[in-house]
């Protein structure tokens, strides 16, 4: 009897088991949201695992043309050996390199000629993680959409975008500092 495959795990791309929860829709390219991306390890560490649980959600924005195909490379990413910290490291070479997967003015320039191959290629590049294997998974759309629905269901419209134990809260903003958050965080 052939053996039956084992459930593509994607891994929860959380940090932290606090009782404070703090939800951070960010969309990969979006400048915005690197900003507030690369506050989020000095917010877990100056907050403390204990104190608070970071969960990273992913907001796809169609003017990002490549939104889509990138944050499926993060979501593969997290099926990967080490998980959601291969997935952060996805992420993170990303947004060092955010020009290398947009547009001009969200509609013109070079990446016009790009593939999703391409793109794929681009972030195993910067990131040093295979990724094609992973990204052509099909249960992985699974993820894909549970993370829209999440967004959806929860008024997410934009990235970057807050919740603090479950309320959007319009007041954290991605230009504020980690000691700023945590004042609203923590309020």
């Known amino acids: 009897m052939p053996a039956t495959p084992s459930p593509l795990h994607v891994d929860p791309l959380v940090w932290g088991h606090g009782p404070r929860v703090f939800e951070a829709f960010l969309e990969p390219t979006c400048p915005f949201s690197v900003r507030a991306f690369n506050k989020l390890p000095d917010l877990l560490a100056r907050a403390g695992e204990d104190r608070i649980t970071i969960r990273l959600r992913l907001q796809s924005q169609p003017w990002h043309m490549f939104s889509g195909i990138i944050i499926r490379c993060i979501l593969a990413a997290s099926t990967l050996e080490g998980g959601r910290d291969t997935a952060r490291a996805v992420m993170a070479a990303v947004a060092a390199h955010r020009e290398e997967f947009e547009f001009t003015d969200h509609c013109a320039g070079p990446n ?47 990235s970057p975008t807050f919740m603090v134990d479950g309320l959007i809260d319009p007041a954290i903003s991605s230009g504020d500092t980690v000691e700023a958050w945590m004042e609203r965080i923590f309020a």
């Open 112 to 158: 016009m000629n790009a593939t999703p191959n391409d793109i794929i290629k681009r972030i195993e590049h910067y990131s040093g993680v295979k990724l094609a294997a992973a990204f052509a998974v099909p249960e992985l759309q699974k993820a894909i959409k549970w993370q829209c629905k999440y967004s959806r269901q929860n008024g997410i419209h934009v």
